[in-house]
């Protein structure tokens, strides 16, 4: 049976790219990767990419899972930031010591959740307002592509892609 990764798109602006090459990488090495948003149905990605989402957040079972992966773009921080829903459901994959991962702005959404409490993490931080955003809720920001502190891994957004899709990958071989 594969291991399933799920990976969590904003309905509206997620990021093509990061959402594309994690997601390639990870079914090419043999693992099924399963979408979801705030509702089930159509999502529209910033470059204008679309894909469905199979089923809602609130709707999620972190049992079903071997790891969380949320994309940024545009569309994230208004979906997520500061959502019960998607912080019940990261709190039930942090409980169950599954592999919690985020790029580009998405490590806002991980540490406002507090899973980057006390964690080495980066975060997409061109206009030098992230990094302040992920520390004032006690992250460490590392300025590097990709960060993997435990089983969080974060990363700084489309250049990181490849890299953090195969960290992701190597992450969950090893479990």
Known sequence: MKKKILFIVAPVGYQDYEYEAPKKILETDGFEVVTASSENGLCRGYFGGEIKAD????????????AVVLIGGNGCL??????????QMLADFKRKNKIISAICIAPVVLAQAGNLKGKD???????????REIEKY??????????RDGNIITANGPKAAEAFGKIISELIQKI
């Open 121 to 131: 993490a980066t975060v997409w931080n061109e206009d030098g307002k992230q990094a």
């Open 78 to 87: 208004k979906a997520y930031s500061k959502n019960e829903n998607i912080f």
């Open 55 to 66: 089923f809602a957040i609130s709707e999620v079972q972190a049992d079903d899972f071997s």
């Open 138 to 147: 006690g992250a460490n920001f590392i300025e590097k592509n990709v960060v």
